[in-house]
């Protein structure tokens, strides 16, 4: 039987590194999740990055099979995502020279982010190969929430066309994500809805007073929390001046907790920075916590001991951090945009509301936290909705048929050697 063998590409988002700093977040973990989760449906799973540094090991193995490559395509330095294009020609150039030393030949490629899709679609020129697409984000909905449109935006725009219009098969991660690739990009495409997924036995497994204990916070306090990478399109500045008035209208037991982002200098830490002035503007210092960024084991336990999460986000294509603290029972007061509009259910799991609004997201946060049994059903319904539909194990056995279903067509449409 033809070993079931498949690279998973994502240039810009090292599934093997640590989330939460810098560019690092989602599509990391997508990645490496899956990876693993398809390992344990027995592929052989390649997952494909730049190395961005030279202390880096080229090959980090996970688990007997599933492994991290890491190609040479440009310095070995961190370069945000808006500056990789050029390198990409290197970037097809080593993963041939790849196949070639380990004498291996891939018949599905999974490409993740638009910079991973021109590699695919250069790969589908040179080899019989299948493209399996997933955005992540789509320059044309992103674009339209931002005012510093970066100059490589038409190179983005005419990518994302060309592989919708290309690929073997997309995979949307929501059906707000599938409308807007037929609205805003193009109508031609075929296009599978199938979603992120989370790890429901890591979040959940803890109990909110166990938790509390742990981070020695107080059993009493209305604990809000964000979890993110510090990136203006993530609202953060919106739920601190939610905060504000919500303290101002009497929740004095509010403590607002911002969990994510690197040191002060990172690319990311400009937001930070700005962030963390808005709350000494706003003379909040005493209700707001900046732990940093937080490893994903320990991650459970901020989700856990929190009344509510937060996700403000301008643009939020899927939003994993969404499941994450449904899984772990804990309601979302999420903006009504994007993947959030398919994750949460507005009164039955948590709330929704007008992004950049901080008066809908301060009445959403008071609303919860002053009904404690409330709060409690719609932790219960958001982990019942994470457990039925955003499990990795159902997301991997669904792209596991998928990867089947094109093989079978790329072994039928093979010319039979004599
Ligand atoms: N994350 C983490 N530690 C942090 C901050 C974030 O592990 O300190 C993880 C978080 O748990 C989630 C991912 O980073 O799995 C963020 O994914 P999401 O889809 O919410 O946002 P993105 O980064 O893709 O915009």
Not at 366 to 395: C, H, Y
């Amino acid at each position: 039987m033809e070993t079931k063998r498949i690279a998973l590409i994502s240039v810009h988002g090292d599934p093997a590194v640590e989330v939460g700093k810098e560019e690092a977040g989602g599509q990391n973990v997508y990645v490496r999740q899956v990876g693993e989760a398809l390992a344990k449906q027995g592929w052989v799973v390649d997952m494909f990055t730049r190395k961005t540094s030279v202390t880096q090991p080229s090959i980090v193995q996970h688990t007997a099979n599933c492994r991290t490559i890491r190609l040479e395509a440009g310095p070995q330095t961190f370069i945000p995502r808006d500056e990789i294009f050029n390198y990409l020609p290197a970037f097809v150039q080593q993963f041939l020279q790849f196949q070639e030393n380990q004498g291996i030949k891939y018949s599905v490629v999974h490409t993740n982010y638009w910079l991973s899709s021109w590699v695919g679609m250069e790969l589908k020129k040179i080899q019989n190969i299948k493209q399996v697409h997933t955005y992540h984000s789509v320059g044309a909905v992103k674009y339209n929430t931002i005012t510093d449109i970066p100059p490589i935006a038409s190179t983005r725009l005419a990518t994302e066309k060309a592989c919708l219009e290309t690929s073997d098969r997309i995979v949307a991660t929501s059906p707000q994500e599938k409308q807007h690739l037929q609205k805003l990009v193009s109508e031609q495409g075929c296009i599978d809805i199938i979603p992120c997924g989370t790890d429901i036995s890591r979040f959940g497994a803890i109990s909110s007073s166990e938790a509390r204990l742990s981070l020695g916070m107080s059993k009493s306090s209305l604990v809000v929390l964000y979890v993110g990478r510090f990136d203006k399109r993530k609202g953060i500045e919106t739920l601190v001046r939610a905060i504000k008035r919500s303290i101002f209208i009497g929740l004095a037991d509010i403590r607002l907790i911002i969990v994510g982002g690197s040191r002060p200098g990172k690319s990311d830490g400009i937001e930070r920075e700005r962030i963390e002035n808005i709350v000494d503007e706003l003379g909040l210092r005493e209700y707001v916590t900046f732990p940093g960024r937080i490893n994903h084991n320990r991650l459970p336990y901020y989700y856990a001991a929190s009344n509510i999460c937060v996700v403000p986000s301008h643009y939020e294509p899927f939003g994993l951090v969404t499941i994450e603290a449904m899984a772990s029972g804990t309601p979302v007061v999420g903006s009504d945009v994007g993947g959030l509009q398919f994750t949460v259910v507005p009164e039955h799991t948590g709330l929704l509301c007008p992004p950049q609004d901080e008066i809908a997201f301060s009445e959403a946060i008071d609303r919860i936290l002053s009904r404690p049994e409330w709060q409690k059903q719609l932790g219960k319904a958001s982990r019942k909705r994470v457990e039925t539909m955003f499990s990795w194990d159902g997301v991997a056995q669904q792209l596991s048929e998928l990867y089947t279903s094109l093989m079978d067509e790329t072994a039928v449409s093979m010319p039979i050697s004599a």
